[in-house]
Structure formats: C-alpha cells, structure tokens
C-alpha cells in the first residue's frame, strides 16, 4: 500500500552530513505536531514521460504559522506494527516495499495559517516543482534508475503520509523517529495489521498519533478501483478555526472526485478556488476607530486596521458606552461586518459610540469607542418684517464640534445665493446672528446659513425679510412698557432648555420697527449709565417685526440668546 506521510521533528540549522550511508537533517524551522497540515488534493495521473506534460501531485493547507527552512518530509511507505515505516527488502528479496519513496519540502519563507501548497512528488524533472518553497528527492524507489522516481501515487490503494525527522536515510529510505502530521488513505480503509517484511505497496497502518489527523477515500464501488485517480477538496468551512479547518478537510463527504486517465481530469491546485483562513495568534489592531464628525444628512464612515482579522462586528452604543448592539446592513449602515462601517446618514445619531468586535479563531478583540459629532441647526431662523428705515436680524442655533457660520443672502427669489461680508448695513456675517442695521432696499431678500466644522457644510432654511413702508418707529416715553415678569434660572449650558427670560407689556400702540433697548447696568444719579456707555456691554435690542397694539404681551431671552 503506497502511503503519503507528514511527520514532526525538531530540525534546527541547515545540515547535510553522511555516515554510514544516513542523512541527518536539521535546520532552523517550526517544529509540527498531528494535525499542523491538511491534505486537499491529489493528482495520480501522470503522463509516464519523465513528467514533462503532468507529474502526480499533492496539495495541502497549513494548518499554523510556521517560519522559513520549515521541513515536511512526504513518504508512500506504509506503517507497519513495528510502530515504523516499511522499507526496501527489509527480510531479503521481495519484502517490504519496493515501489514508496520519500521527498522533502521546504519554506523558502515565513507563511500563515491557511497557507495552500502544492508540490510535485515522482519525477521531480520539471519546474515548478511546487507553488512555494522547494522540494528535493530524498529516497527513489528501489530500482529506479533513469527517470528517478520518488512518491508516485497509485491510482487505486495507495497512502500519502507527511512528517518531520531529523535523521532519514538516502541510501536504504529508513526513516527515523519520525513526528507523524497528516496521512490520507486512497481508496482503500487502513489495514489492521501490516509486518514490516509484508511484500506490499498498497497497506498501510494508521498511526495512533494520527487519529484524529488522516483522510480516509473509499472506492466508489468495488468494481472499479480507479474511479477516484484525482481528488480536491470542495472549500467547504474554509474560514474558521484551525480544528474546523481539519475536521472539515479530513472528511470524505467534503471532496470532489474523477476518474479521468487523461491529462483533463487533473486538477489545477495553482487555481483552487478556496480562500483558506485561520490564524494561532490571536488579532491585533494597528489602527484604532477614530472620532468622526459630520453635518446633518450626510454619510460618515468608522475604520479599523487589524492584523490576523478573521471576521469583523461593528457595534453601536447610544447610552455613552453603557450598553453596545451589533450593527446590521441595511437602509442605514452599510460594511457593518467588515473593516470600514459606512453611515448613509449621519442625521438623528449625534453622540452615538461606535467599536468594532474583531475575530478570529483565537479570540475576539474589542476597538476602542469612536465618537460621532452631528453638526446641525436646532433653530432655523425665522421670516421677518421690519420698516424700511429700521434694523433686522437673523439668528440660528447649532450644536456639534468645530462650529463655522457663513449668511448668504438671495436677491433672485433664493435661485442663488452668496455670501455676506461684514461691512455696510451687515455685522456678524460669520456668526449665528446676523444683524442688518438698515432694511431699507431689502424687501424679499432671502437670507439663509452655511453651518461648517464638517467635510461638507450643512444649510439652514432661508429665511425672507419683508421691508414695509409704514410710518417711522413708535417713540415710547417712560411709562409705554412694563416689565411683568422675568425667569433668572438657566442651564449655564449654551441654553439649551433654559434661558433669562423677561416678559414685557406694551401700554402704547407701536408700529413694525419699532426697538426697546433692555439693560441690566445699573443707573447713576442724572440718568446716565454706569458704564458711562451709551450702548454698554450687558446691553441687547428687541425689535418689532409687525405693528403692535397696547396691552400685547412679549417675552424675550437675554441671556445666551
């Protein structure tokens, strides 16, 4: 019974020796156990020309980090129940196996979990000899002269086994103290017993190590051996944990076969259509999420940068972190499960936390929380009338980070706008007030604000400033207004819920445009303000934006406005 074995051995500097016809191995590498590798594929068609067309072939994935100089060795030999591999005529002419060989590969480079090779096993002859690293013949079969012939794979009852040593022998093949890795059965179940001067190349024990690490692929009917030459495996559960990996690889159900002689039926293992992903180290992030801000309505984007990342989880707090849920695709959120978690729109979620749960087979790490800043209007501001020689203003109030204010002004009906520059009838153009000192000329001006801080600026509504021609102002005298009422209690936060307020009445008739100046500077002797200042700095004008009868009642912010 052929056989093709991966063992296991602590191989430490690159050495070559011979003594007494034994070659010794050791080299700087990873030191592999049962079950490191998988077996995904064989090719036992060869075109029996050196391999010059086609060459049998094996495919297997690594199933943990190794680093570069890494050895398997792959052998057909079969186990025997001396707990040993067989050899070339061990009890004289025509015992053991006379047609199993031995190759070595080796990692020409550090390589992940998940890593795929192929590699060419008989001839030997023609390049590549495998997808990366390198393979050399060790042990041709017992009598090969010219081609060499190393591990042929049997189309029907034959074993692959893999293996790491440091002591194989070039000259008689004996191999040993071998750590076994992975083993495949073809076609045929593993013998229950096989001694060591058995003439045979189609048996094989299975190695106890190797319970839990070998491939068994029954014939597909008892008539016909040959109906399973090339096998692959079908990727199924190629992105999970290493034991997943394993268990799902050493299944038959999970392979595709074909019995074609012809060069047609072999599998290209260069394409193979899987992408295998497993990792032994648990996932580290480089890049941590960030705080983002963005204007009401528009989209916003979180991102994380990790390394040995399997599967990613974006989650979303809206209580400050005390609380997280998992992010779903949808009208909303869109690469909630990969690095970068898009917001379609930002409106709505201001203040919300976002990090991201990062997997893979070893463990799942958690990002730091990212904030998300929403720039947006609270107060849009308002239609106004006024006289044509009286002042007007315009206000807006935002909230978020890094807050910019642009006014623009619209003399085509709000077709287009522009923007306002400090200077003439204007003041606080690039603030949330807008004062007009002069509407005279202005009647349908439309006027709106640009609120920045964010990639793109977020637009108020516009608002229109009607200029009527009625009579001047009212002048008020002592006596034309009461103050009945006023509220001292803010929030000392931007006044937000709470403001000072005071409650007027007006005891007199008044028309549009007519202003009250509202102070809290105390007043000396002579009626002059103790500033000294005809307009003090604790000093604020209400306007009237219509005409305005006596007894009507106005309350008005003072403080934060």
């Known amino acids: 019974m052929k056989t093709l074995l991966a063992s296991r051995g602590l191989l430490l500097a690159v050495l070559l020796f011979f003594i007494c016809g034994k070659t010794s191995f050791v080299q700087a590498q990873t030191t592999l156990a049962a079950g490191d590798i998988a077996f995904v594929g064989w090719n036992s068609y060869d075109d ?47 015992t053991g196996a006379v ?22 096993t008989k001839y030997l002859s023609t390049a590549p000899l495998a997808s990366t690293g390198t393979v050399a013949g060790i042990y041709k079969t017992a009598g090969s002269t010219t081609p060499a012939q190393y591990v042929s794979i049997a189309s029907a009852n034959d074993q692959v086994f893999a293996f790491q040593s440091t002591n194989v022998n070039t000259t008689t093949g004996v191999i040993t103290s071998p750590t076994l890795i992975a083993a495949a059965t073809l076609q045929v179940a593993w013998d229950s017993d096989l001694d060591a001067c058995t003439f045979t190349s189609s048996q094989s024990m299975l190695p106890a190590a190797l319970t839990n690490a070998s491939l068994v692929i029954p014939a597909a009917s008892l008539t016909d051996i040959n109906s399973r030459r090339n096998a692959r495996f079908n990727c199924f559960n190629t992105t999970t944990s290493a034991s997943g990996m394993r268990s799902a690889m050493t299944s038959s159900t999970n392979w595709t076969y074909n019995q074609d002689a012809t060069a047609a039926g072999v599998y290209n293992f260069a394409s193979f259509g899987c992408t295998f992903s497993c990792s032994s180290t648990a996932p580290s992030i480089t890049t941590q999420p960030t705080n983002q801000t963005a204007c009401t309505g528009l989209s916003a984007s979180f991102s994380v940068v990790a390394q040995n990342a399997v599967s990613y989880q974006w989650r979303v707090s809206t209580d400050g972190g005390v609380n997280y849920t998992n992010v779903s695709n949808g009208t909303l959120y869109s690469g909630a499960t990969s690095a970068t978690l898009n917001i379609n729109n930002v409106t709505g979620l201001d203040g919300y936390l976002y990090r991201c749960n990062i997997t893979n087979a070893v463990a799942t790490v958690a990002t730091n929380a990212a904030k998300l800043t929403v720039n947006r209007f609270i107060l849009q501001p308002t239609n106004m009338s006024t006289c044509s020689s009286c002042g007007a203003g315009f206000t807006v109030i935002a909230r978020g980070s890094g807050l910019t204010y642009q006014w623009q002004i619209s003399t085509d009906n709000g077709m287009t706008f522009s923007d306002i520059s400090n200077g003439g009838v204007y003041s606080g153009a690039t603030t949330k007030t807008l004062v007009i000192s002069n509407a005279n000329g202005l009647n349908g001006r439309q006027y709106r604000c640009i609120l920045g801080g964010c990639p793109s600026g977020v637009t108020s509504n516009a608002a229109t400033l009607t200029v009527t021609t009625t009579a001047s102002p009212t002048t008020l005298a002592a006596g034309d207004v009461a103050i009945v009422a006023y509220n001292a209690s803010d929030d000392a ?69």
């Open 48 to 94: 029996a020309t050196n391999g010059a067309t086609n060459d049998d072939q094996i495919a297997f994935v690594l199933l943990r980090d190794i680093t570069a100089n890494t050895v398997i060795f792959f052998t057909d030999f079969g186990w025997t129940n001396a707990n040993q591999f067989q050899t070339a005529n061990p009890c004289g002419a025509s």
């Open 493 to 561: 936060n931007g006044g937000f819920t709470q403001d000072d307020e005071i409650v007027f009445v007006l005891l007199k008739d008044i028309v549009a445009g007519t202003d009250i100046n509202f102070t809290d500077n105390a007043v000396l002797n002579g009626g002059a303000f103790a500033s000294g200042m005809s307009c003090p700095a604790g000093h604020l004008k209400w306007i009237a934006g219509f005409d305005m009868s006596c007894g009507s009642q106005v309350k008005i912010k003072c403080k934060y406005l």
């Open 99 to 120: 047609s199993d060989g031995i190759i070595r590969w080796t990692a020409s480079q550090n390589m992940t979990c998940g890593t795929l090779v192929w590699l060419k």
